[in-house]
């Protein structure tokens, strides 16, 4: 038996970019080319139309984050009740950190304008001690 996902792939059209050399995806985009149907129909389905894109982004030497997700779909489920997913989500601004800091100096980070561009300006390599603020 296949996975609700496994129908809705299979059922998809788009295209996949990879990044060869660090043997990453990069980005994802695809288009449901006809309508999904989960139990014959009757307990729900998706709309051919309805497509999807997601984006990742190299934010350090081992690590990649999504920078940009788009879902939109529409069906229904047991035969009445529409479903619509439309979702937008743009992500960046992404900045290392030092490996040791605590909690508490992270949120300090995001709290002081002051010590967010020090790390910026250090191109985020600040000693976790040049974030504890004085009292």
């Given amino acids: ?7 809705i ?8 970019w990879l990044d060869a050399r660090m043997k990453r995806l990069v980005r994802l985009n695809g288009a449901l080319m006809e309508n999904v149907d989960f139990g014959f129909g009757l307990f729900g389905r998706l709309y051919k139309g309805g ?16 920078e940009r997700l788009e879902v939109h ?4 489920a ?11 989500e743009v992500r960046s601004g992404f900045e290392a ?9 992270g949120m300090r980070v995001l709290e002081d304008k002051d010590a967010a561009r020090t790390l910026a300006a250090a191109g985020g390599r600040v000693a976790p001690a040049a974030l504890v603020k004085s009292k």
Wanted: aromatic share 10%.
């Fill in 73 to 76: 779909m529409n069906g229904r």
């Fill in 9 to 16: 792939f299979h059922a998809m059209k788009g295209d996949l």
């Fill in 51 to 66: 497509w999807f894109q997601m984006q990742r982004t190299r934010v350090s030497a081992t690590e990649w984050k999504t």
């Fill in 97 to 105: 950190v030092p490996p040791r800091m605590s909690l508490e100096q």
């Fill in 1 to 7: 038996m296949r996975s609700i996902e496994a129908h």
């Fill in 78 to 88: 047991m035969l009445f009740r529409t479903i619509a997913r439309e979702t937008s």
